[in-house]
């Protein structure tokens, strides 16, 4: 089974919808969770990142873990065509040097 | 903002060559990291530096990688003797030293291509 989990998409959608993008993990040693966007030829762009279950909101993301679940989504509010992107979970044990284990990304297109 | 920022963008190598990548980190931050992206695949940990030493290593990096902060603001990835699997994005990322569970910080990335 594989570490962490993510659809690689792509999702299409028109500008303006709700986004929910989702990553599953199989460790339960994961202690916290980032979602990263990345842009064509670009690096991992830190969007959000969180280390406890529940809710963050910072503007139009959310963040959400369920760490009894093995769960965690990133919300899009109002999408815009800037958020075109492919999106990488990442997560990492609360110990140690806290390297960071990847999903394989969502590529996101927001269509106007 | 403060920037990871790394060098060249893009470099070209013959097989069998060696090739050295490099980072600039963010200047407050004092641990550093490689990751790799082979095309279509997932950032894959590479290795992770801290008080001039590595600190953690993957599989992947073998005895043909090596890494070295020569001064104060570099951080540098060498490869000994390339092989066309060598051939990915490297990415360099840092991170605050205040505790373990602070994000990382990535740069925009060395596309490497053995030839």
């Known amino acids: 089974q594989k570490e962490v989990e993510q659809d690689p998409g792509p999702l299409s959608v028109p500008e303006g919808a709700i986004v929910s993008l989702n990553c599953t993990y199989s460790?339960?040693?994961?202690?916290?969770f980032m979602w990263y966007r990345q842009y064509s030829r670009k690096g991992p762009e830190l969007l959000m990142y969180t280390y406890s279950s529940g809710n963050k909101e910072d503007g139009r993301f959310t963040a959400q873990v369920d760490k009894s679940s093995k769960y965690i989504s990133l919300f899009i509010r109002d999408s815009q065509p800037s958020d075109s992107a492919t999106y990488l979970c990442a997560m990492g044990m609360n110990s140690g040097y806290s390297t960071l284990t990847f999903g394989k990304g969502t590529m996101l297109l927001v269509s106007p | 903002e403060p920037e990871v920022t790394q060098t060249p963008s893009h470099q070209v190598t013959q097989m069998g060559q060696e090739v050295i990548l490099r980072c600039v980190p963010i200047?407050?931050?004092?641990?550093f990291y490689w990751y790799r992206q082979i095309l279509g695949q997932k950032v894959e940990f590479l290795v992770s530096?801290?008080?001039?030493?590595?600190?953690?290593k993957s599989e992947i990096f073998d005895d043909q990688f090596s890494v070295e902060r020569p001064d104060g603001s570099n951080f540098t990835l060498k490869i000994r003797s390339t092989k066309l699997e060598d051939s990915a994005m490297y990415f360099c990322?840092?991170?605050?030293?205040?505790?373990?569970?602070?994000?990382?910080?990535f740069g925009d990335g060395t596309r490497l291509s053995i030839l």
């Open positions: 200047s407050n931050h004092l641990y």
């Open positions: 530096f801290y008080n001039n030493e590595i600190s953690e």
């Open positions: 460790n339960s040693a994961f202690q916290y």
């Open positions: 990322a840092s991170r605050e030293p205040t505790n373990s569970n602070q994000p990382q910080h």
